[in-house]
């Protein structure tokens, strides 16, 4: 005498042993989406806090990363309040960047003053970061 097992239960089976996995799996995702927006607003209040109290200060955003090396990166920036876009250097920070960040910076008084045009290629000292947060 010989039994089968219907196709119906081995789907039941293969469901019901799929199912806390793919619920792991969600759940992590969903973790650490929540987690990733939380640490960002806690970077955007950090760098309105330092615009507010800091004496001259601009946010550019960093358009893409073109070529990262062991002392910095070149970069392509927009100056935010400007709207203008140009190359830049920028030196090695302790924690990296990537195209979207929006980095407070202290402009350089001897690369940017008025009345005068834009360098060609702006150079950011890490001295001269702030802060950064990514693009909301």
């Known amino acids: 005498m010989t039994s089968s097992f219907p196709t119906t239960g081995w789907v039941l089976i293969v469901v019901a042993a799929s199912g806390p996995i793919l619920s792991f799996v969600w759940y992590r995702r969903i973790h650490d989406n929540r987690a990733w927006k939380t640490a960002s607003q806690a970077q955007w209040q950090v760098l309105e806090s330092l615009k507010n109290t800091a004496t001259t200060t601009t946010e550019v955003a960093v ?3 073109d070529s990262p090396q062991p002392t910095g990166a070149w970069i392509t920036i927009r ?8 190359p830049a250097w920028i030196e090695a920070l302790p924690e990296p960047i990537w195209p979207g960040s929006v980095l407070l910076i202290r402009p350089d008084p001897e690369q940017v003053r008025p009345g005068t045009p834009w360098p060609a290629t702006y150079s950011i000292a890490a001295d001269h970061v702030l802060t950064w947060a990514p693009q909301l």
Request: avoid cysteine; charge should be positive; aromatic fraction near 28%.
């Open 79 to 86: 100056w935010n309040r400007f709207g203008y876009v140009q």
């Open 63 to 65: 358009l893409s990363v």
